[in-house]
């Protein structure tokens, strides 16, 4: 049974980094061919792809959030981990971490994590 669980802070202040990790249990990051991805749904807002990291250590970020973006991964310890840079309160939502089976379809996804930009 795959299970993916995110942690880090429920509470950032507006100009800080967000730094979310994502581990991952009863799967490896590096099986092909899958993706490894971070979403999340600001409240009263659907589902927004953040973006990924591939099996093989390749990265997608969304282009609306590129500029602010980074994902990385420690295949050591089987985690990805989201850093999002220069956070507003537009950035409050529930942070997912999800595994992409291929053409955005996810199979197994996080409880989530609620992230409130605020000072």
């Known amino acids: 049974q795959v299970q993916l669980q995110e942690s880090g802070p429920g509470l950032v202040k507006p100009s800080q980094t967000l730094s979310l990790t994502c581990t991952v249990s009863?799967?490896?990051?590096?099986?092909?061919?899958?993706?490894w991805t971070w979403i999340r749904q600001p409240p009263g807002k659907g589902l927004e792809c953040i973006g990924y990291v591939t099996y093989s250590g390749n990265t997608y970020v969304s282009p609306s959030l590129v500029s602010r973006t980074s994902i990385s991964r420690d295949t050591s310890k089987n985690q990805f981990t989201l850093h999002l840079s220069s956070v507003t309160p537009e950035d409050t939502a529930v942070y997912y971490c999800?595994?992409?089976?291929?053409?955005?379809?996810?199979?197994?996804w996080g409880q989530g994590t609620q992230v409130t930009v605020s000072s």
């Open positions: 999800a595994r992409d089976q291929g053409h955005w379809e996810y199979d197994y």
């Open positions: 009863g799967d490896s990051i590096t099986t092909n061919y899958y993706g």
